[in-house]
Every structure is written in C-alpha cells, then in structure tokens.
C-alpha cells in the first residue's frame, strides 16, 4: 500500500508542473486584461493533465482505452473556446484566447504524460508568441477602422471628391435627399485612417459642400 501512495505522489509531479505552466500563461493573457486569465488556465492546464494521469494509468495499460480518454479532452476544450467567442459589433472576439486556452490544455496533457521539457517548451513558445506578437510594430498590429457618417451636397462630382478626401473606393451606406437645385448626400464610409476633431474641423472649413460630419470608432 505505501508503494502504491509513492507512485501516485510521482503522478503528482506532472499535476504540480501544469499548475506552473497554466498559471504562466494565464498570467501574460491576465496583464492584458484578457477574459480568461490565471484561474482558468490553470484550471484548464491542471484538468488536461489530471485525465492524461487517469487514461494513462488507470486503465492497467490498456493503450486503446487510454488513447480514447485523452482524446476527449480536445473535443472538451473545443466546447469551451466556443463558448468564449462572441461578435460584438462587426468584429469577432476572444479567438485568440480560445486558441490559447486549446494550446494550454495541451501543455497541460503533456505534463501529464511526463513530458516535462515538452510542456514547458510549448509554455515558453504560447508565452513568446503573445509577447511578440503584441509588440508595437506595424507588422503585427491589427487594423482599426473608423465608420464616418457624412452630409454633403451634391452637385457635379462631389461624391468623387469625398471618396478621394477620406481615401475610400466606396460608400457603405447612401441616402439621398432631393432638394431645389441639388441633391442632399447622406453617405456612410469605412476607413482605417484616424481623424482627429481638428482635421474633421478643417475639413468641414475647407469643403463647403460638406454639411456634417460624425466619426464612429470600431466597437
């Protein structure tokens, strides 16, 4: 019997080594104010382990059987990203987390299955790739768009005009009004160009076709 207890307190390595590793990585996603942080992470990091330990020596060697449970942990951490992942606005949220939270339950796995350099290599490259990966450089820093509702009066060609002063091929949203000698434009357009209130100020002094304009920023 004591045999048996120092054999499951060597299963313990692996389990106290995933909670290191999911708390690692749950850290950096929670200095970024990410919505999974340390505690699942480490919960998600620490249950793929437990079960690796529990398909691998629970089942009196039987690989099949053993191969089957750990396997499940995939299609169970799957459940869980989707859950995590939602639109808000036009834009996708929390796919990089769902991604990390799937690469972290395989860290925890490999812990579990004793694999200790493997796991705290996998640790130190997920962790290496948000750092880089959030770096200030034009390289990896994501677009920003801005929506801007515009009112202009149309006469000739100021629909080019507009398009070539906010640098957009077209609109995404037209109404026109008429009116005694023209057209009333009501125009919506994407940009990834910020304008400032000074710049939209000018603007608007500069155009005097221009009757109103609004800036929205990306949600």
């Known amino acids: 019997m004591f045999e048996s207890i120092l054999v499951e307190l060597n299963y313990l390595i692996g389990i106290a080594v995933s909670v290191v590793l999911g708390f690692a990585i749950g850290f950096e996603r929670k200095l970024r104010f990410k919505e999974a942080g340390i505690r699942t992470h480490t919960i998600v990091c620490v249950g793929a382990a437990l079960i690796m330990v529990v398909s691998k020596y ?39 987390t769902a991604a990390g939270i799937w690469a972290t339950a395989g860290v925890g796995m490999a812990a579990g299955a004793g694999m200790y350099t493997v796991a705290t290599g996998a640790t130190i490259t997920i962790i290496a790739i948000q750092c880089i990966c ?44 008429r009116e ?40």
Do not use: P, W
């Open 58 to 96: 629970a089942f009196g060697g039987q690989e099949a059987d053993a191969s089957r449970v750990a396997a499940q942990i995939v299609s169970g951490i799957g459940f869980l990203g989707a859950g995590i992942i939602m639109f808000r606005g036009q834009k996708m949220h929390g796919l990089t």
């Open 134 to 177: 959030h770096l200030n450089c034009k390289l990896f820093r994501t677009k920003t768009y801005y929506q801007i509702k515009i009112v202009f009066q149309h006469i000739t060609d100021e629909s080019v005009k507009i398009k070539e002063l906010f640098d957009a091929k077209h609109f995404k949203c037209l109404s026109i009004k």
């Open 180 to 219: 005694e000698n023209s057209s009333i434009y009501y125009a919506v357009l994407n940009t990834d160009k910020e304008y400032s209130s000074q710049t939209l100020n000018k603007i608007l002094a500069e155009n005097q076709y221009i009757l109103s304009v609004e800036r929205f920023d990306e949600e």
